[in-house]
């Protein structure tokens, strides 16, 4: 290890860095000859990364127990607060079952060799450090392994940075009591202690049976041979960077900003995330927002359950509201009448994801509700994300002059929307009524039957991965193909909402600036105006989110080898194809408008002309004919205008 790490400082001194870009020595894809794709021919090398490493040796480390054995004392006792309960029908539960991500994966293997070892050490860590990820895909998947980021996996995690004062975010009550050396100094030494930010899954798992939790004052351990262990660690949201900041290893960023591919079959040169390219970044959007800062205080109680304060601060608060009840079967048992509690955390890791987990169960079958998806936790389940998605945004309509703005304010403590980007988007959707109720124009407009929505009419907030020319030449892929995510290396555009606290140079720092787009310091929020048509009374306004669009979901069925992209594509058709959440709603009576009038301060005069001549050949303000474009029709109807 440390003959490794000096030859990459000297690979460094060199400034060569250990990157290169790959133009040969790829393998053709099955059926992709003459000129067709190629695969990159990465090893698992290629995608190592520090923290607890997989073992085979039980007496060295214990296996990751099935969550099963949880819930005949953490589940069916209360439909809310049983944190198995609310936990088996999350996506955190399903995350090794997701049919879409069983799609992406045989993508990702298709495209890199292996790098669904990646994947696999996020998305069904049990298995990962049981040493079956090998292969790259499920193939060595017994049963058992698809059970997901699981309750013994989360409750054996330790902290990575020694209990550490500078930790962002940590609860009042305390720091970790014990620096856990017996576990993180055999890391140490070989080399594998992770940076705490790190992300890519670089967790640090106690090698033995042990439970590690968030409260100190359990009054009796019915575990037992396996320890509790008090861990503030667990209300901190650098538990969820572990595996919510991805960066994808095999390429490097080159000094000319550009991402490049690695030499190959060797680890990362720097195994820092600044340096590869950023896959997803909602950890790090949260630690430099004023969420992870100060903390942010809602009025109207959204997010928190029974939270003491109602300032929300660590992904915990929000994603795992306190809820009163029992961590245990046992709460309400006489005599020990601490189990029972205010704030339980709520084990539902609410997100947007708004149909994969019907899916999961449909594929599941008779099993589904004995392994625990009932429909009616699945239904709740559904609810909580919906419910999620409706506390993320506000929406304010305001009309000036002949334009309708629509203002979108992000409340969430991540950029909206956050996360996986492949067919994840938000838009606005606008409907311009007559004073009869006849719809005379929208904007946005998606059809429930075919899925498609009209994007060049609107604003759709989203993030695009594209492949860029040094790996299309290696690849034989068209320079900007999109869902390609094990070969994106780079970002063409984003534009999702920043959160409280954006400042650009952070995000910058970070790899999750915006693109293709901007938004000034401080801004966590984003208006749209829309040019309200001739005769239109009422504009009725809904801010939709999709989890997966048809694009998406049509890539996968088209490109997955192995059949599971037809699975998902045919899943998704079964469940709604994705229907849209309205996550705000609204209308607005539209007034008497002066269409000259831009600035709608009541005259026509030099102000409106210095707008209408800034927008020039552009479109919005200063269109007053509608026609799309700024031009000389509407200097000369302003100037008709001019005084009124």
């Known amino acids: 290890m440390r003959n490794r790490h000096a030859l990459l400082a000297l690979f460094s001194t060199l400034g060569l860095g250990g990157v290169m870009l790959v133009t040969t020595s790829v393998l053709a894809l099955p059926g992709g000859g003459g000129g067709g794709q190629v695969q990159i021919p990465t090893s698992l090398n290629d995608f190592f990364a520090p923290g607890t490493q997989p073992n085979t040796d039980s007496t060295a480390f214990e296996p990751v127990q099935n969550s099963n054995n949880c819930s005949y004392c953490h589940g ?35 495209d890199a ?64 009591p014990t620096p856990d050396p017996e576990v993180l100094d055999p890391l140490f030494a070989a080399g594998l202690l992770p940076s705490a930010t790190l992300g890519n899954a670089s967790f640090v798992i106690d090698p033995k049976d042990v439970r590690r939790g968030p409260f100190d004052d359990v009054p009796q351990n019915f575990h037992g041979g396996p320890e509790l262990i008090y861990s503030p ?60 800062t100060t903390g942010v205080y809602f009025a109207d109680g ?40 205010p704030n339980v955390p709520q084990h539902s890791f609410s997100g947007a994801n708004t149909w994969v987990i019907r899916a999961v169960a ?24 919906v419910q999620m998605l409706r506390d993320a945004s506000d929406m304010e309509l305001t009309q000036v002059a002949n334009q309708l703005k629509v203002k979108i304010t992000n409340q969430s403590g991540h950029k909206l929307p956050t ?31 075919t899925a498609t929505l009209n994007e060049a009419d609107t604003k759709v907030y989203k993030a695009k991965h594209v492949i860029n020319q040094a790996t299309a030449t290696a690849t034989h892929l068209p320079q900007g193909t999109e869902f390609h995510l094990a070969l994106a290396s780079e970002v063409a ?4 909402i920043p959160p409280r606290g954006f400042t650009n140079a952070a995000f910058e720092a970070i790899g999750a600036a915006p693109v293709g787009y901007s938004y000034a310091d401080g801004q966590y929020w984003d208006t749209t105006d829309f040019v309200i048509p001739t005769g239109a009374q009422t504009a009725v306004v809904n801010f939709y989110y999709q989890t997966s669009s048809r694009e998406y979901m049509e890539f996968l069925r088209d490109t997955a080898a192995d059949g599971s992209g037809i699975t998902a594509y045919n899943l998704w058709v079964l469940h709604g194809k994705s229907a849209p959440v309205a996550m705000d709603s609204s209308q607005i009576k539209l007034g008497p408008s002066k269409p000259a009038d831009l600035n709608g301060d009541g005259l026509v005069n030099g102000a409106d002309l210095t707008m209408l001549l800034s927008n020039w050949g552009g479109s ?6 509608g026609d799309g474009i700024v031009g000389g029709t509407d200097l000369a109807s302003l100037l008709a205008a001019w005084g009124s």
Not at 319 to 329: A, F, K, R
Not at 437 to 448: F, I
Not at 620 to 625: M, R, S
């Open 76 to 110: 069916n006792y209360n439909e809310v607060v049983a944190p198995f309960d609310s936990w088996v029908v999350s996506m955190m539960g399903q995350s090794a079952r997701d049919p879409v991500w069983h799609a992406a994966l045989a993508v990702a293997n298709q």
């Open 113 to 176: 060799n292996m790098s669904g070892e990646a994947c696999i050490r996020c998305h069904a860590p049990g298995a990962w450090l049981a040493g079956k990820s090998s292969t790259g895909d499920l193939s060595q998947f017994t049963p058992d392994d698809f059970d997901g980021i699981n309750c013994h996996f989360c409750h054996r995690n330790v902290n990575p940075t020694l209990g550490s004062e500078s930790a962002v975010g940590y609860p009042t009550k305390g720091q970790d």
């Open 233 to 292: 660690f667990h209300s901190n949201g650098s538990q969820c960077g572990t595996c919510h900041d991805v960066s994808n290893p095999i390429f490097s960023k080159l000094p000319n900003g550009e991402m490049g591919l690695n030499a190959l079959s060797t680890a990362h040169p720097t195994m820092n995330k600044d340096d590869m390219f950023p896959e997803q970044r909602t950890y790090s959007e949260w630690l430099n927002s004023t969420f992870a």
């Open 302 to 341: 959204r997010f928190g359950g029974n939270h003491p304060t109602g300032v929300m601060k660590s992904c915990q608060d929000c994603h795992m509201p306190d809820q009163q009840g029992g961590g245990c079967v046992f709460y309400d048992e006489e005599g020990i009448g601490q189990y029972e509690r």
């Open 362 to 385: 449909t594929q599941m079958g008779e099993d589904a509700e004995y392994f625990g998806l009932t429909q009616q936790r699945i239904d709740d389940s559904i609810a909580r994300n």
């Open 419 to 449: 996360g996986y980007p492949e067919g994840r988007r938000a838009w606005i959707n606008v409907k311009f009524y007559s004073e009869g109720g006849t719809l005379l124009e929208q904007r946005g407009a998606y059809d429930l039957t």
């Open 493 to 496: 555009l984003d534009n999702r």
């Open 620 to 625: 919005g303000i200063g269109d007053i004919n």
